[in-house]
């Protein structure tokens, strides 16, 4: 059984940066789908981004420009940068990973932004 560890989370505002960091307890992280999700109360969880194991990345069509996923194998981490934060970019952020049948999530890390 994986355990994955997000980070990073926090009350920032409008306008600031944050990066968000995913430990995961695996092995070969390298051979992983890794992505990231967000979600608010009453709502549904929501792709942000996602990054292949040969670093192919996609996000969501909201999410391009401000947002970017990287991944570092030897650390068995992924992360999120988010620039130029907004108010709706207020949620908990999840991140999850999978190969085959094997489907992980993080307990998630909040991010606040508000001023």
């Known amino acids: 059984q994986a355990q994955l560890v997000e980070s990073g989370g926090g009350l920032v505002q409008p306008g600031g940066s944050l990066r968000l960091s995913c430990a995961a307890s695996?092995?070969?992280?390298?051979?992983?789908?890794v992505a990231w999700y967000r979600q608010n109360p009453g709502k549904q969880r929501e792709l942000v981004a996602s990054?292949?194991?040969?670093?192919?990345?996609t996000y969501a069509d909201s999410m391009k420009g401000r947002f970017s996923i990287s991944r570092d194998n030897p650390k068995n981490t992924v992360y999120l940068q988010i620039n130029s934060l907004k108010p709706e970019d207020t949620a908990v952020y999840y991140c999850?990973?999978?190969?085959?049948?094997?489907?992980?999530w993080g307990q998630g890390t909040q991010v606040t932004v508000s001023s």
């Open positions: 990054i292949s194991s040969i670093g192919s990345t």
């Open positions: 695996v092995s070969i992280f390298s051979t992983y789908f």
């Open positions: 999850n990973i999978r190969k085959g049948i094997q489907n992980y």
